[in-house]
């Protein structure tokens, strides 16, 4: 099992650039989720997919975030256009339906992208 | 609305010494508890998790967490610290209901082993 995969793993792009960032969840994995990591704002949940449909998306911060799942194995999280601000590490994270209730699932974690907008 | 606070950003303890990284947290249903542990440079992975089984948690690496519901905690022990523990530890809670698990994390705590 490779894990959850992220790419790219680092980016580097100028202000007011398209940022698209990808994730492949683990195999048999039904939830999906983007998280952001700041020094100052920890991590913070974006949007959630369940069986490739967005649950909850109230901490994507404006509009220029989006999020799509066209399928089981694949998701993107695009900036459009990004600001400094948005310089932060973006995590995907995926699990299982699991036995017992959703709320007690683990959360498989790829390794981050690290965005820095200049 | 679910939190958890965790004690502490910074925790320094001497190799071989007690690790002891407090959470305490805040839910109006009977919560589910994590923590995870972030080496430098990559993602996040689960140490333990509490789902209303056995109050004494173990986990991997030698921790293991204690749920206190008279004190709303559940504080994360190691007994004697190794070099290689050194790493940022978040504890999470999520609730009973929703249809996945919709993980609210802590600020985090950096933990320093010291020779």
């Known amino acids: 099992d490779a894990g959850v995969i992220q790419s790219p793993r680092h980016e580097v792009t100028e202000m007011g650039q398209e940022v698209t960032l990808r994730c492949k969840p683990i195999?048999?994995?039904?939830?999906l989720f983007w998280y952001r990591q700041t020094m100052m704002r920890g991590l913070e949940l974006l949007i959630y997919?369940?069986?490739?449909?967005?649950?909850?998306d109230s901490g994507m911060p404006e509009d220029r975030f989006s999020a799509k799942m066209p399928n089981a194995s694949f998701s993107t999280l695009k900036i459009q256009p990004s600001e400094p601000r948005d310089s932060a590490v973006y995590f995907c994270?995926?699990?299982?339906?699991?036995?017992?209730?959703?709320?007690?699932?683990?959360?498989?974690f790829g390794a981050g992208s690290r965005l820095t907008v200049l | 609305a679910q939190s958890v606070t965790q004690l502490g950003s910074h925790v320094s303890v001497s190799e071989g010494a007690l690790v002891l990284l407090r959470c305490n947290y805040s839910?109006?249903?009977?919560?589910?508890l994590f923590w995870y542990v972030q080496y430098p440079n990559q993602g996040l992975q689960l140490l333990l998790k509490?789902?209303?089984?056995?109050?004494l948690v173990k986990g991997i690496n030698g921790f293991e967490a204690e749920f206190k519901k008279s004190e709303t905690s559940f504080h994360l022990t190691k007994p004697s610290a190794h070099m290689s523990d050194a790493a940022e530890y978040f504890c999470?809670?999520?609730?009973?209901?929703?249809?996945?698990?919709?993980?609210?994390f802590g600020t985090g705590t950096r933990l320093q082993v010291t020779l």
């Open positions: 999470a809670v999520s609730g009973l209901s929703g249809t996945a698990s919709k993980l609210t």
């Open positions: 839910s109006s249903v009977p919560p589910y």
């Open positions: 997919f369940n069986n490739n449909v967005p649950i909850d």
């Open positions: 509490y789902t209303s089984a056995a109050t």
């Open positions: 994270a995926s699990s299982s339906p699991g036995q017992g209730r959703a709320g007690a699932n683990v959360l498989t």
């Open positions: 195999s048999g994995h039904n939830s």
